[in-house]
């Protein structure tokens, strides 16, 4: 381990102590609240870190494993920013040059409260392997003239992509992991506490992504769609069977039953 990855630890350590004791200083026994409020106070000024640093401290960006070596295409991109609003995360492409391939190559990335970029990753993966199965296939019919387009084969699969991935739109949600209601905030909440608390996450990301350099989205030009890809692209989606699942090592994420 390295000078630098020690220290790295070492921080990562004390921001750990910094919350249990933020959270302990909320305790109704008004003792236990000062004492672990005063060991906060006294870590954050011996370590030189706000309170801001320990919340950012939550924030993490997760990059898929999937690759393109050119700019993703408009239906990928579509797919990731609607994983991405489901879950409360920004999505980002990052171009870089790849070492193993040798050449640039474009992913998507999600920037969030842990664990939500690390669910939208595995959620937007699993999702682009139907969708572009689904997408090749209907290609293929195209190529081989069983359906019937204006446009190329390939057009008209970026079409059906785009109305596949409106028509799974809403059946993401179903995919959340659900915990255990807390009766009190079932009974008590209005639903104003939590758009409080996704205002404040959305505060945190764009405060994160504050210093660094991030590249103005492409304006995409109005096209005429074939409606027949879309009108199969919809059917497409509708039928994927999207499911629950709890995966091992004890993290709910998401599993992509066959259809």
């Known amino acids: 381990m390295t000078e630098q990855q020690h220290d790295e630890s070492k921080l990562e350590r004390v921001i750990r102590k910094i919350k249990r ?54 239906w990928d991109r579509y797919l990731s920013s609607i994983v991405a609003e489901v879950l409360g995360v920004r999505p980002l492409s990052h171009r870089h040059w790849c070492e193993s391939s040798g ?37 293929a019919l195209v190529r081989s003239g ?28 179903e995919l959340l992991p659900q915990g255990e209601e ?3 905030l079932t009974h008590h909440s209005d639903g104003r506490d939590l758009v409080v608390i996704e205002a404040q996450d959305k505060e945190l990301i764009e405060q994160y992504l504050a210093g660094q350099e991030i590249g103005k989205a492409r304006k995409v030009p109005k096209i005429e769609l074939d409606m027949a890809a879309q009108i199969a692209g919809l059917l497409a989606g509708q039928r994927a069977d999207l499911n629950p699942g709890l995966a091992s090592g004890g993290q709910d994420q998401f599993r992509l039953a066959n259809a």
């Open 182 to 184: 807390d009766p009190a």
């Open 103 to 139: 050449r640039r190559v474009d992913r998507a990335l999600f920037v969030g409260i842990s664990p939500a970029p690390q669910i939208a990753k595995y959620a937007y993966e699993a999702l682009l392997v139907k969708l572009t199965l689904a997408r090749r296939e209907y290609v």
């Open 21 to 74: 004791c933020l959270a302990l200083s909320k305790s109704s026994n008004e003792n236990e609240a000062a004492t672990a409020m005063r060991q906060a106070q006294a870590l954050m000024r011996e370590y030189r870190l706000t309170e801001l640093d320990v919340r950012l401290s939550d924030v993490s960006e997760v990059e898929s494993e999937k690759a393109r070596a050119n700019r993703r295409p408009t």
């Open 146 to 173: 069983k359906r019937r387009s204006a446009y190329s084969p390939e057009t008209a699969g970026d079409h059906f992509a785009l109305a596949w991935v409106s028509a799974v739109h809403g059946k993401i949600h």
